[in-house]
């Protein structure tokens, strides 16, 4: 199982090294180690997130996820994006931005950099909304009840996370886009109209794949339950939907927006590395392979079926990731911060999952605990 699913990731890793160490020595082969690393302990909150909306989908879009998806995730993200913004930022054609990148890294570091804050505003408040609207909505299971609570009282109000993103966006534009940190200048404007279109970005995919999920759900519940289970059951990808056509089509570009905003820092961070693109894209596109591993090993064990609170612990990283992209448009903050923040709390949750499995199993309710009383921390 383990082989399986994380073979390719093994070969990656394998022919990306002995590329670099052909390439670049001892010392390329280090620096592209070190960002593999870096992008893991980034994003291992996102292979959570990932877990919990490919298992939504039937078998055929989740090997469309691995294959297409990475695909996306290294070069699309991990190569083309940074030199795309960097051909925006200094009105460039893509040929120019590119030969920049080759011949003048210094130069294309320094654009890279002074685009930060635009990058910072829309992944942030993407990520935002992924976590207002998971801490507004009710769920069975509680882990820190005494905020979850409360939260959900409040989410009944529909558009109190857009609210709450907004102001947060009037927020930094007003206190924090003058960065000295960043370049210089005032960013008010370009943080403003990065963040909104952030948010329209959110509303527009996750909405049209909810109303896609909501549909085919509705068109399941009228259907003989056992054929249902069984051909859920003969797919074998823990679905308890089975999504496919449409809403599997629009939750996969979902799973790319998500994928492309929790890259963000990932790239930004690797300019402290280095700043030689193609170093930064092998590396950087290694570490996303075992996400996307780590993301269908969580999808086929069952896994957060199993620990019921890593997706909270994995939304409170997200939206601790939102505060931090949002700080970092005037502030430096240590990578190491960044990452060991969502480690430490999938770390909590994962714990407290534990704990409370152990305490279903020694009241010998097989069943489970009931909703209400599952709080963990």
Do not use: C
């Amino acid at each position: 199982m383990l082989l399986k699913t994380f073979g390719w990731s093994f070969a990656a890793t394998a022919a990306g090294l002995a590329l670099a160490g052909v390439l670049w020595g001892w010392q390329g082969l280090a620096i592209v180690g070190i960002l593999s690393i870096l992008e893991i302990s980034l994003s291992f909150d996102n292979a959570v997130i990932n877990a919990g909306i490919l298992r939504k989908m039937n078998a055929f879009w989740q090997k469309i996820f691995l294959t297409l998806g990475i695909l996306i995730a290294v070069f699309g993200m991990r190569l083309v994006f940074p030199v795309v913004i960097v051909a925006i930022t200094a009105k460039l054609g893509p040929i120019e931005a590119v030969n920049l990148a080759i011949n003048d890294k210094a130069q294309y570091q320094e654009l890279v950099t002074s685009a930060h804050p635009a990058i910072a505003a829309f992944g942030g408040i993407f990520l935002l909304m992924i976590f207002l609207d998971f801490i507004f909505e009710e769920r069975d299971y509680k882990w820190l009840s005494w905020i979850e609570k409360p939260m959900a009282k409040m989410g009944k109000l529909d558009t109190l996370s857009i609210i709450i993103a907004l102001v947060a966006l009037l927020v930094s534009a007003m206190t924090v886009a003058t960065s000295v940190a960043h370049g210089g200048g005032d960013k008010s404007a370009t943080v403003l109209l990065s963040g909104v279109a952030g948010l329209i970005t959110y509303l527009v995919v996750a909405g049209i794949s909810g109303y896609f999920e909501g549909k085919l759900e509705d068109e399941d519940e009228d259907e003989a339950a056992e054929e249902a289970a069984e051909a859920r059951a003969a797919k074998g990808n823990g679905s308890a939907v089975g999504l496919a056509g449409k809403a599997a089509f629009f939750m996969f570009l979902y799973l790319e927006v998500i994928d492309a905003s929790f890259s963000f820092d990932g790239v930004i961070s690797a300019f402290a590395i280095t700043n030689d693109i193609f170093m930064m894209a092998l590396g950087l596109g290694i570490g996303a392979m075992y996400i996307r591993s780590l993301t269908v090993f969580l999808v086929r064990k069952g896994t957060l079926d199993d620990y019921v609170y890593l997706e909270h612990g994995a939304h409170y990283a997200i939206g601790a990731l939102a505060v931090i992209l949002l700080i970092t448009i005037k502030y430096e903050i240590p990578e190491v911060v960044t990452g060991l923040v969502g480690v430490v709390l999938i770390a909590l949750s994962f714990a407290s999952s534990v704990a409370r499995n152990r305490r279903v199993g020694s009241s010998g309710d097989a069943s489970g605990e009931k909703p209400e009383v599952a709080s963990g921390v």
